[in-house]
């Protein structure tokens, strides 16, 4: 038996649902695919970082900073302390 929002609403139990079919959330998608892009690059400029070019390790910092703010920008941006 499946269970709607509706029914999921003004159920006493919870189902684990809800609050999954607020609107609002369609800039979720383009956040993660932005995010994904910042943590991919910075994979590609740690790569670099490990050549024997100059400035390598410059690159290589970068490619950390880049990762960091990969996984710190999707947590500032919700606006809540709990999930």
């Known amino acids: 038996m499946t ?3 509706e029914q999921a609403a003004h159920s006493p ?4 649902t809800e609050g999954r079919d607020i609107p609002g959330h369609a ?6 695919l932005l995010t994904f892009a910042l ?3 910075g994979l590609v ?3 670099a970082g490990g050549s024997q070019v ?3 390790p410059w690159l290589f910092v970068g490619g950390i900073a880049a990762c960091t703010l990969a996984f710190m920008f ?5 606006g809540t302390t709990e999930r």
């Open 3 to 5: 269970t709607t929002s």
């Open 13 to 16: 139990l919870p189902t684990g």
């Open 27 to 32: 800039g979720a998608v383009v956040r993660f």
């Open 39 to 41: 943590f991919i690059g």
């Open 45 to 47: 400029l740690m790569g």
């Open 54 to 56: 100059e400035g390598a």
């Open 74 to 78: 999707p947590m500032m941006g919700t």
